[in-house]
C-alpha cells in the first residue's frame, strides 16, 4: 500500500511538472499575443508610464530584451524563471516579486476562503436537497443555485457594493483595510480586515455554490436506494449519520474533483471582484500590467496564480488517492 501510494504521488509530480513547462510556455506567451507592447506605452504620452527621450526608450527595450528575437526571449524567460528572478515592473520600476508579494496574500485570503466556504456550504445544502428531494425545500434551493450559477461574478459584486456599501453603508465601500488606520489590537484589525472581506467574500462564494451544489444533490439521490443505505436504515441509525457518513461520504470524491476544478475560475472570478470593489490583489496588479503591457509583471502574475491552481489541484489529488485505494491501482 505505501509502495502504491509513493507510485502515485511521484506519478502526479512528475505529470505536473510537464504542466509546468506547458504553463511557463504559454504564460511567456500569452501576453505578446495582445494588441500592443510596453513600447507603444512607453510612447503614448498619454499613458502614465510615457518617456519623452527616445535614447531612454531604447535602452529600456534593451534592458528588458525585448529588442532581441522571440525564441532568445523565451530562453532568457526560462533562466530567469530557474533562478527564482520574476523580473523587473516597466511600469512601477520596482521587482515584480515585490509587488507580487504585496498583493498575493490579499488574493489567496479572497480566493481561500470563498473555496472553503462555498465548498461547506454546497456540501451541506446539497446532502440536506437531496434528503427532501421533490420538496418545496428542494425545489427553492435549486432555483436559488441554479440564478447564482448563471450571474457572472462581477454583476454580484456590484449589486453587493449597491446595495450594502451604498444604499445601506455597513460595510466599506472599498479596499483591503481602513486607510492610515491604527488597531488598538491584532483583533481590532482583523475585524477591519474582515469588514471589507465580507462583501467580495460573499460575491465569489455565491458564483462557486452552484455547480457544487448539483453534483453533491445528484450524487445522493442516486445513492439513498443502494443496499447500504438500505441496511443502515434497518439498523436504525440516526438520520444525521445517514445523511453524511453513508450518502454523503458517496459524493465525497467527485466533490473533491470539482473542488480542484474551481480552484481555476475561483482565481479568474477574483480578478473581477477585485476590481469592482478595489481589493488590493493580484487582479489591481493584473489590470494596470495590462493597461500598459508590462510583460514582466504580466507573465509573474499569471505563473505565479497558476501555480497555486495546480498545487491546490496536487494537493487534491493525493488526498483523492488516499480517499480511494482504487487510484493508482493498476
Known amino acids: 500500500m505505501a509502495r502504491r501510494g509513493r507510485r502515485v504521488a511521484l506519478r502526479s509530480a512528475l505529470l505536473y511538472l510537464v504542466t509546468v513547462l506547458v504553463v511557463v510556455t504559454v504564460v511567456f506567451a500569452l501576453p505578446r499575443t495582445m494588441p500592443g ?19 531612454v526608450r531604447g535602452r529600456l527595450l534593451a534592458y528588458y530584451g525585448l529588442d532581441r528575437p522571440l525564441p532568445v526571449q523565451y530562453v532568457h524567460y526560462l533562466g ?24 498575493l496574500p490579499w488574493t489567496l485570503l479572497l480566493t481561500g476562503s470563498a473555496l472553503v466556504a462555498a465548498s461547506a456550504v454546497s456540501f451541506v445544502v446539497g446532502v440536506s ?15 436559488t443555485m441554479e440564478g447564482t450559477r448563471a450571474v457572472p461574478e462581477y454583476a454580484v459584486a456590484s ?3 449597491i446595495a450594502f456599501a451604498v ?22 484589525e ?18 462557486l455554490l452552484g455547480s457544487k451544489f448539483l453534483l453533491v444533490r445528484n450524487t445522493v439521490i442516486s445513492s439513498l436506494g443502494a443496499d447500504y ?9 440516526p438520520e444525521r449519520l445517514l445523511k453524511y457518513h453513508h450518502a454523503g461520504r458517496n459524493a465525497l470524491l467527485p466533490f473533491l474533483t470539482v473542488v480542484g476544478i474551481q480552484a481555476g475560475f475561483a482565481v479568474g472570478g ?46 487534491l489529488e493525493l488526498v483523492y488517492a488516499r480517499l480511494d485505494p482504487r487510484v493508482g491501482a493498476e
Open 80 to 103: 530567469s524563471i530557474a533562478r527564482g528572478d520574476l523580473g523587473w515592473s516597466i511600469s512601477s520600476n520596482a521587482p515584480v516579486s515585490g509587488l507580487i508579494a504585496a498583493h
Open 37 to 55: 507592447d510596453p513600447l507603444t506605452a512607453l510612447q503614448d504620452p498619454d499613458n502614465d508610464v510615457f518617456v519623452t527621450d527616445p535614447e
Open 190 to 207: 482583523l475585524a477591519d480586515i474582515g469588514r471589507h472581506l465580507a462583501l467580495p467574500l460573499v460575491a465569489l462564494t455565491l458564483s
Open 129 to 143: 436537497s437531496a434528503w427532501h428531494r421533490g420538496q418545496r425545500r428542494d425545489r427553492a434551493l435549486v432555483i
Open 167 to 188: 444604499l445601506i453603508p455597513v460595510f466599506p465601500l472599498a479596499g483591503a483595510r481602513t486607510p492610515f488606520a491604527t488597531y488598538a489590537s491584532p483583533l481590532a
Open 159 to 161: 449589486l453587493l457594493l
Open 270 to 315: 477574483a480578478v473581477f471582484v477585485e476590481s469592482v470593489f478595489a481589493y488590493p490583489g493580484m487582479g489591481s496588479l493584473i489590470l494596470r500590467a495590462v493597461a500598459v503591457r508590462d510583460y514582466p509583471v504580466l507573465e509573474a502574475t499569471f505563473l505565479v496564480l497558476a501555480m497555486v491552481v495546480l498545487a491546490v489541484n496536487l494537493g
Open 229 to 237: 443505505m438500505v441496511a443502515a436504515r434497518a439498523k436504525g441509525l
